[in-house]
T-cell receptor, first 113, second 110 residues
Framework: NAGVMQNPRHLVRRRGQEARLRCSPMKGHSHVYWYRQLPEEGLKFMVYLQKENIIDESGMPKERFSAEFPKEGPSILRIQQVVRGDSAAYFC???????????FGQGTRLTVV | AQRVTQPEKLLSVFKGAPVELKCNYSYSGSPELFWYVQYSRQRLQLLLRHISRESIKGFTADLNKGETSFHLKKPFAQEEDSAMYYCARLIIQGAQKLVFGQGTRLTINP
């Protein structure tokens, strides 16, 4: 089991472009979580998804951010019209149903220039 | 709001000295608490969880409900313990999610 895979590891975008961050959960895991880590801050919960469902998006900014976890393929965190303040490390975690331990990916470091 | 507080952003101790990383949580029911560690250039990984009451890499953490704390301790620090440490609490309000503290960067000096 390869673990939670995130790609790309590093992503540079110009202001106004779109950023797409991918997360492939561990095999057998149907729950995916996205977290954001701003410089000098801790991990902040963004969204919790199960296959084809958004369960909790209370941490997602109201505009420009969206997330999906389709039946097939990775979970995608999409940021439209990026701004400098979106520069951060974005972490994905996954867990199987009914298990409270979450396994983390190595993160995607987004830099907006 | 459910909060996890790690009051120290940075902690530096000498090799062989005792280590204590502080974590406090806002009180609500029976918390399920965790410590995660992130070594340099590696992914965040679970270090220990309070319900298992185990010791990992010499670290222990005891839940103190009276003080609403879950401090992480190790009697003799080693250089390889240098890392970022995050305290986290599982919140179950319909769905479940981990709420993290801000993290403490632990540096062990030789």
């Amino acid at each position: 089991n390869a673990g939670v895979m995130q790609n790309p590891r590093h992503l540079v975008r110009r202001r106004g472009q779109e950023a797409r961050l991918r997360c492939s959960p561990m095999k057998g895991h149907s729950h995916v979580y996205w977290y954001r880590q701003l410089p000098e801050e801790g991990l902040k919960f963004m969204v919790y998804l199960q296959k084809e469902n958004i369960i909790d998006e209370s941490g997602m900014p109201k505009e420009r951010f969206s997330a999906e976890f389709p039946k097939e393929g990775p979970s995608i965190l999409r940021i439209q019209q990026v701004v400098r303040g979106d520069s951060a490390a974005y972490f994905c975690a996954s867990s199987p149903p009914g298990v409270t331990e979450a396994f983390f990916g190595q993160g995607t470091r987004l830099t907006v220039v | 709001a459910q909060r996890v507080t790690q009051p120290e952003k940075l902690l530096s101790v000498f090799k062989g000295a005792p280590v204590e990383l502080k974590c406090n949580y806002s009180y609500s029911g029976s918390p399920e608490l965790f410590w995660y560690v992130q070594y340099s250039r590696q992914r965040l990984q679970l270090l220990l969880r309070h319900i298992s009451r185990e010791s990992i890499k010499g670290f222990t953490a005891d839940l103190n409900k009276g003080e609403t704390s879950f401090h992480l301790k190790k009697p003799f620090a080693q250089e390889e313990d240098s890392a970022m440490y995050y305290c986290a609490r599982l919140i179950i309000q319909g769905a479940q999610k981990l709420v993290f503290g801000q993290g403490t960067r632990l540096t062990i000096n030789p």
